[in-house]
């Protein structure tokens, strides 16, 4: 038995329920498309890792996205905290413009890729700021960087640290996705967000994550589902809030047993993408969070 999130646990399971597959929307141009190329730092396994700074000021902001996505997800949140801090957004391997020639997609080797864009910038006052996939592979990165990351965030992620579920249920959504990965992966993102959402702005993620490279979404999807966070959270020492939407409970009391620092805000009615569904009200709900951390409460 195994720990994992909510969200995607409910979201699997109802997709694979379904015997018919939805056909493919029309294709998007990745979301990503906005922000050029501006730097590239090797990873801890030689592989080239993407990424762009704006702003100044500490404590840095470190922006890293989801499964099958790209730093362009977070493209209403850079100009914004730019503002007020350097704020990096960083393409994972296999994502957006970064390399590809990794032998295993883990979480602890995205975590690498976080950890040497950061090091290589030489920051070292550091926020992270992780969405869905981004969460874990933040707690690892903060495991990496314990002398400069001063906090975490999750963003619609860490519903639950002590979620378990079977391994035979890891092994039939696997399968699935081995199957037939791009209808599969359409569905399933089209499953993440609530009733009523934007419908041009649903066409677009489910068509722009169906799009990734098969092998990287199913390699990091293995390694997402087998991933543990307890020992992480065990381990790191600064706060772990989240900033979720409500479409799923978050399991406030049960994490704070593993994390006492644990916290979180909620954004009713949206979906799993809360910081492109609704840009004012969670980059303000983040910016509370962030000043929470440097405040200390």
């Known amino acids: 038995m195994k720990r994992f999130s909510m969200p995607l646990v409910v979201v699997l399971a109802a997709v694979f329920s ?4 939805a056909p493919l929307g029309a294709p998007f141009d990745s979301l990503g498309a906005a922000f050029a190329k501006d730097a590239v730092v090797k990873s801890a396994d030689g592989v080239p890792i993407s990424y762009s700074v704006q702003g100044k000021d500490t404590p840095a902001i470190v922006f ?15 100009p914004y905290f730019a503002k007020k801090h350097t704020v990096v957004d960083v393409d994972l391997a296999g994502h957006g413009d970064s390399g590809l020639g990794r032998a295993d997609w883990t979480i602890e080797a995205f975590a690498a890729d976080v950890a040497s864009v950061v090091k290589a910038l030489k920051l070292t006052k550091v926020i992270l700021v992780g969405h869905s996939m981004g969460g874990p592979v933040s707690l690892e990165a903060a495991r990496l960087m314990s002398d400069r990351v001063i906090g975490v965030i999750g963003v619609d992620t860490f ?32 499953s993440m967000f609530a009733a009523g959402a934007d419908t041009t702005l649903v ?13 990287v979404g199913i390699g990091a999807m293995k390694n997402l589902l087998r991933y543990d966070p307890a020992p992480a959270v065990g381990e790191i020492e600064v706060p772990i809030r989240a900033v979720n939407a409500d479409k799923w409970p978050t399991n406030v009391e049960g994490n704070k047993k593993l994390a006492a620092s644990f916290d979180a805000k909620f954004m009713p009615g949206r ?8 840009p004012a009200t969670f980059n303000r709900l983040l910016e509370e969070t962030i000043a929470e951390i440097v405040k200390g409460k």
């Open 18 to 21: 379904l015997a018919a597959l």
């Open 64 to 78: 890293v996205h989801c499964w099958c996505c790209d730093r362009g997800y977070w493209k209403d949140q850079i």
């Open 159 to 190: 519903q639950d640290f002590g979620e378990k579920f079977p391994e035979e249920q890891q092994k039939q959504w696997l399968a699935a996705f081995q199957a037939n990965f791009s209808p599969v992966t359409d569905r399933f993102v089209r």
């Open 203 to 215: 066409e677009r993620i489910a068509a722009d994550m169906a799009s990734s490279p098969p092998e």
């Open 271 to 278: 979906g799993h993408f809360v910081q492109i569904e609704d």
